[in-house]
């Protein structure tokens, strides 16, 4: 079984998947008298064929180490995922290649980071790594199938860096 070591998230190491959602930098404005700052169109939202819809998820939490033997892609739509506690979560991408999953990649967001995957990311399951695994979900909501699953020969292993 092949280790995957765990990085932390960053908007640039994670730019070939999809965006990172945080409150990083400067707020684009301040609302509220001030007293909240706006960061603002964070995510770009891909829907083809349907809408978008908020749906919320209650996620079972994982433990390290983690057997990955299965991802999965959205072909019709971008997903994103914003937790509804602080806690750090592991999101696992991989890059696409020629219609297959390519070498997997893990990340761990820190405390009130989210992630949108954008249309047709190979990603892997919702991974809360500390209870409650509250998220809302922001994806595609319409007719069709959109969703595709591969399956590994041989699983992955996700390991905590050190």
Same mark, same amino acid.
């Given at each position: 079984?092949?280790?995957? *070591?765990?990085?932390?998230?960053?908007?640039?190491?994670?730019?070939? =998947?999809?965006?990172?959602?945080?409150?990083?930098?400067?707020?684009?404005?301040?609302?509220?008298?001030?007293?909240?700052?706006?960061?603002?169109?964070?995510?770009?939202?891909?829907?083809?064929?349907?809408?978008? %819809?908020?749906?919320?998820?209650?996620?079972?939490?994982?433990?390290?180490?983690?057997?990955?033997?299965?991802?999965?892609?959205?072909?019709?739509?971008?997903?994103? =995922?914003?937790?509804?506690?602080?806690?750090?979560?592991? *999101?696992?991408?991989?890059?696409?290649?020629?219609?297959?999953?390519?070498?997997?990649?893990?990340?761990?967001?820190?405390?009130?980071?989210?992630?949108?995957?954008?249309? %047709?990311?190979?990603?892997?399951?919702?991974?809360?790594?500390?209870?409650?695994?509250?998220?809302?979900?922001?994806?595609?909501?319409?007719? %069709?199938?959109?969703?595709?699953?591969?399956? =590994?020969?041989?699983?992955?292993?996700?390991?905590?860096?050190?």
């Amino acid at each position: 079984m092949t280790d995957i *070591v765990i990085e932390p998230l960053t908007a640039e190491a994670f730019a070939p =998947f999809g965006d990172v959602l945080d409150t990083a930098g400067t707020p684009d404005k301040m609302i509220n008298q001030g007293l909240c700052g706006r960061y603002h169109d964070r995510a770009t939202l891909d829907f083809g064929g349907g809408r978008a %819809g908020i749906s919320v998820f209650d996620a079972e939490e994982r433990a390290l180490p983690l057997t990955l033997d299965m991802v999965e892609r959205h072909p019709d739509g971008s997903q994103a =995922f914003l937790p509804m506690s602080r806690k750090p979560f592991l *999101v696992i991408v991989a890059p696409d290649d020629g219609g297959r999953p390519g070498a997997p990649r893990a990340f761990l967001t820190a405390p009130g980071q989210g992630v949108n995957y954008h249309r %047709g990311t190979w990603h892997g399951v919702l991974t809360p790594l500390h209870g409650p695994g509250t998220f809302a979900v922001v994806d595609r909501i319409g007719p %069709g199938d959109n969703l595709e699953e591969h399956w =590994f020969d041989t699983p992955f292993r996700v390991v905590a860096p050190g």
